[in-house]
């Protein structure tokens, strides 16, 4: 039996060249406006948004929702990448940021940035969308933003190589960005 419909949600093009101004930056310092950590996965940050700090050109913010589709209700996600002077739902006040939740890394110039697709299918319908963002920087350290499986619309950061792999483990690989 063949899928009648496809629905594909990826993405867009603004995004996308959001995601290739990060190509030599170093990422230091994420906020968040809340945070969720599991005792079974330590290593897995999951938050409504993030808000990437980038040396004096404000902020690039993963944030996303989810849908589903008309007919069978197979739920997707779909990211929403933007830049901002702001990081996301942080009150700021006389330049000052008050956020809850602030994650410290030390990814030196990214090199790489991969975008990780899932697909879905069922009876009559089916679904692709990009359900991964994989950074990379030259001395290998990655960061791995991706949809948490809910209908919640949170977002997951992960840092260990491990639970990057087993995330990535059924993605395919849709789009390569290279500092090159």
């Given at each position: ?34 945070f ?48 901002s ?44 969308y ?51």
């Amino acid at each position: 039996m063949t899928t009648e419909k496809e629905f594909i949600r990826h993405i867009d093009n603004k995004g996308i060249n959001i995601l290739k101004s990060l190509l030599g930056e170093n990422v230091y310092t994420i906020y968040s406006p809340d945070f969720e950590i599991s005792i079974d996965r330590p290593n897995c940050i999951a938050a409504s948004s993030f808000s990437i700090s980038i040396a004096k050109s404000g902020y690039v913010i993963i944030d996303g929702d989810w849908g589903d589709t008309t007919e069978e209700g197979i739920d997707f996600h779909f990211f929403e990448i933007s830049k901002s002077k702001r990081p996301l739902n942080i009150k700021v006040k006389d330049k000052a940021l008050f956020s809850p939740c602030i994650f410290h890394f030390a990814l030196e110039s990214i090199n790489a940035i991969k975008v990780f697709s899932l697909e879905i299918k069922g009876h009559a319908e089916a679904v692709k969308y990009d359900s991964a963002i994989l950074l990379e920087s030259v001395d290998g350290f990655q960061l791995c933003f991706s949809h948490q499986s809910s209908i919640i619309g949170m977002k997951e950061l992960l840092y260990a190589k491990d639970e990057i792999e087993d995330k990535l483990r059924e993605m395919t690989l849709r789009l390569a960005l290279t500092k090159d």
